[in-house]
């Protein structure tokens, strides 16, 4: 299959979207819900048109070279496709987040003012090579009535096509039109950019994956931006924090999935407790294999820590590594979470209720703990039913995204002839 | 008064404001109140200063010939000033959008989740020269917790300066600190472009305008923009509609205060209704002066109208002039707003439900009328108590902006230990 700029027309299909997404505004939840429900079934049925497509992609990553975790991320399976359908499932469940009338009330003179919740339109989802994005992003869309425009990573392009085709064949059996679904079959560049600037067509792009591809969407878009995702998430150990607590939240927020932007990537720590505390510490950190980057101070105290430099106090590591700051007291906790902290999630464990209070209010990011791990900064851990995302952004849509951030308000106006 | 690049720095004045947006977020909501009560005091006592000030500008401002509207819009009295000194006072007495619980809930491990409303932290205020609002952005902004960047229309500079050197004296004898009132004092294009890149330091910018301003700050700044207010709306006239109605509608929409951005454009009219009103219609557009610019169907049934070309349907008028296209059907009318509307408010006269019903559902806009004028899109017609501007835009907010625009949310996490 070969795919150039000549046989992908950005533009026109960024048209079609936004006609179908006029179409999809007058359905009922109920035929989009029955649409959700039939392409799970059909996803289901036509697996293995998906599975063969997937095998190319396969081959491809295995010449070149990709890590482990890359393959098994592409990797698709029955059980994978089936999971795939089953999320579709529970997206048709969830409550609608369209038609929600938010407040509604009378002037004097009578006119009915009513604030209702509405599709955005047309949704931009710029992604990586992760084909459970195109069905996940694809049911979220649809279920609160918008259009969608999907452009995944290169390396899985032959999966996600065969995807969108059998989604497409599937909605001909149902009352969304299949132009509601539109892919970029394209791996040039240019295509993508064009997506960034169509002001008129494209209500919202949402990039999910890592800090570049996030940075790349909000530096060269026009489009209005959903920012997700990039966590370097700390935990401050406050002088008065219990020591279990402070053990247990580290371990967890740094080693359950380091990989997620919800883990901790730096430990601040008070000097007057590490003091106290170290042989714990220490102990804790090599049962759990967390390789520490130190300051100069952390580096006296705990053994085979390595020096950190600048870029470790910004590093999304990832991994079971860990920066470790020690601070002489609150003030320069919150100082250097001004100075490297993503805005994501942020963790402060103490038993003194002042400085909680403080850290919370003084923080600015989306997420603020007291005494917890930041890996509950998560959709599901929350009970939201499905995420989009987790915005660290602060307009429009904050921390764990659930269907409302794909919806927009109108005021409706019912009147008798009023007028001013 | 000589101001060049050299002595303004605004990246130093936004790393200020930051600063103090932190110390504002710690202060009470009465100890933010009785600072914009003492404003509003210190605005009258000290209204001569800027009285003084404001001549400058009306001098250079003889001197260029600007209109008399322009004029009219930069020249302050005593009166005035009490006017925005009131302005200060209803502000103060509005409720806090800061600190409002949005939801809260449990999980079943114990952990308490709280999503807050806190401010947004340094607003950028990008305006035209008018000096009142320098003063109702400051209110909004304090009120709200936030720090705010100033940077008015030059031609307004000398009074905007003196008003702020007021308010900065005033916050002195406050718990406000008063780098959290920022007014860039140049009348350089670069300083502004500053601005609008700063994502470090400045969280939201907002132009208030005309189309131009805003088209400048959207297409420049990397910094989140609130858009507000061009507004090129229609009134379209059913084959249902019935006729007093339509002509109050209409001669309200355009001629109530022409200049404002909800003020009616474009009349779209049904054929069948034209042709069986035209008498009705004629006569009321020569009693209110209006001025029409018609397609070809149009200029055969109006006397007097001029033809109307492709610049007419998409502009703005500001005056009593209106462009009429006649249209076949329901269809072809919202077709016509598809092209051509900004999205701000739109109207439909008809007793026909079924097309009213269609009408607001498929029209993309923030305000969608039944039988009443666009006039009230407005937050002070529709009770929002103080209006930051009219969004445009999707997401964050749409329609009138009350105060609650000027906050994001955090979730605020308390637990004794959990892990996941």
Chains 1, 2 share one sequence.
């Not at 960024?14 to 059909?42: C, F, G, P, T, Y």
């Not at 020591?243 to 359950?256: G, P, Q, R």
Request: charged content about 25%.
């Amino acid at each position: 299959m070969t795919l150039t700029k000549s046989n992908v027309n950005v533009e026109a299909q960024a048209i079609e979207a936004k006609k179908a997404s006029k179409q999809l505004m007058v359905l009922s939840k109920e035929e989009r819900n029955e649409a959700l429900l039939h392409l799970a079934d059909v996803l289901e049925r036509d697996y293995e048109t998906i599975l063969e497509a997937n095998e190319k992609d396969l081959e491809n990553g295995r010449k070149k070279d990709f890590t482990e975790a890359f393959m098994d991320r592409l990797s698709l399976s029955k059980e994978r496709i089936a999971d795939f359908a089953q999320g579709l499932r529970d997206v048709a469940k969830l409550e609608d987040p369209t038609g929600q009338v938010l407040s509604d009330w009378t002037l004097e003179n009578g006119l009915q003012v009513e604030k209702v919740t509405v599709p955005l339109g047309v949704i931009g989802m710029i992604y990586e090579a992760r084909p459970n994005v195109t069905v996940d992003a694809t049911g979220l869309a649809l279920k609160s009535g918008n259009a969608i425009i999907l452009k995944g990573g290169s390396n899985a392009i032959n999966s996600n096509q065969a995807i969108v085709e059998v989604m497409h064949k599937g909605l001909e059996e149902t009352k969304i039109p299949k132009e509601a679904v539109q892919f970029i079959a394209s791996t040039d560049r240019e295509a993508t950019n064009q997506l960034f600037t169509m002001k008129e067509h494209v209500d919202v792009l949402i990039p999910r994956g890592g800090g570049k591809l996030i940075q790349a969407v909000v530096e060269n878009a026009t489009v209005p931006v959903l920012e997700t995702g990039v966590g370097n998430c700390h935990i401050y150990v406050d002088k008065a924090a219990d020591v279990e607590k402070a053990i247990n939240i580290l371990v967890n927020a740094k080693t359950d999935r380091p990989a997620v932007c919800n883990a901790a990537e730096t430990l601040i720590v008070h000097k007057e407790w590490l003091a106290e505390n170290s042989t714990a510490l220490i102990t804790a950190l090599k049962e759990n294999d967390i390789q520490v980057h130190g300051d100069d101070h952390v580096l006296e105290v705990i053994p085979n820590a390595v020096p950190a430099g600048e870029e470790d106090w910004a590093n999304e590591y990832l991994s079971t590594d860990i920066a470790v700051k020690a601070v002489d007291d609150l003030t320069d906790a919150i100082a250097h979470i001004e100075t490297y902290g993503t805005k994501h999630s942020e963790a402060i464990v103490t038993e003194d209720e002042k400085a909680a209070k403080t850290f919370l209010a003084l923080v600015d990011a989306a997420a603020l703990y007291h005494n917890a791990s930041t890996r509950f900064t998560d959709g599901g851990a929350l009970g939201f039913g499905a995420e989009i995302g987790i915005s660290t952004q602060k307009l429009h849509a904050r921390g764990p995204m659930g269907l409302p951030a794909l919806t927009t308000v109108k005021f409706l106006m019912k009147g008798t002839g009023q007028i001013r």
